[in-house]
């Protein structure tokens, strides 16, 4: 019988190379992770899951249409880090909602805990630069101020599996209460 010969520096290349390739798959899939529903279990519960831990819904679950997906549902939340921000999570679907996308919106640009912000309204609008835009409208008060509420909104755009924000189209929803208003200025 012959003894197998066992080369030991191929195996520790092995070892590197799985090494490395695990450690930076996170880094690939950062921007959106794939996941899938129970066949038996509803769109919004299964969207609740796959909200961080300490999540709590700020805005009813909305579900959108978005080119090139069938359906997509947005959840506005904030989470334990946060005082007075929100976070959002989309999950995007192609068939059925059985294989989901998860994608995250980027982070709002006010500081955290210097304004009460309340969201107000979310919804898709098509503009010029973007085929898949999400809007989501809000109302805020400066704490402390004494000031009135304002009115403003955040244009997400879907680039790659990252919702980014658009400022340009951002700063068109400055005082801006409804969709209506808002499709009008997105134009």
Request: charged share 25%; glycine share 6%; proline share 2%.
């Amino acid at each position: 019988m012959r003894k197998t010969n066992i080369n030991y520096r191929d195996k520790k290349w092995i070892f590197v190379n799985t090494f490395f390739v695990l450690m930076l798959f996170p880094l690939f899939t950062l921007g959106s992770e794939l996941v899938q529903k129970e066949s038996s279990e509803s769109i919004h519960t299964f969207l609740k899951s796959a909200l961080p831990k300490d999540a709590e819904l700020v805005h009813p679950v909305v579900e959108v249409a978005l080119q090139g997906a069938s359906r997509a549902v947005v959840a506005i939340y904030h989470d334990k880090s946060q005082s007075t921000n929100f976070s959002g999570l989309v999950l995007l679907s192609e068939k059925g909602f059985q294989k989901n996308r998860v994608t995250h919106l980027e982070p709002i640009k006010e500081a955290d805990g210097l304004f009460e912000i309340e969201v107000k309204s979310v919804f898709t609008v098509k503009s010029n630069l973007h085929n898949n835009g999400l809007v989501i409208l809000y109302s805020y008060y400066r704490l402390g101020s004494g000031e009135e509420n304002g009115n403003a909104g955040y244009f997400y755009y879907l680039d790659e599996d990252c919702w980014k924000i658009d400022e340009g189209l951002s700063d068109r929803l400055e005082g801006v209460k409804n969709a209506k208003q808002a499709k009008i200025k997105l134009k």
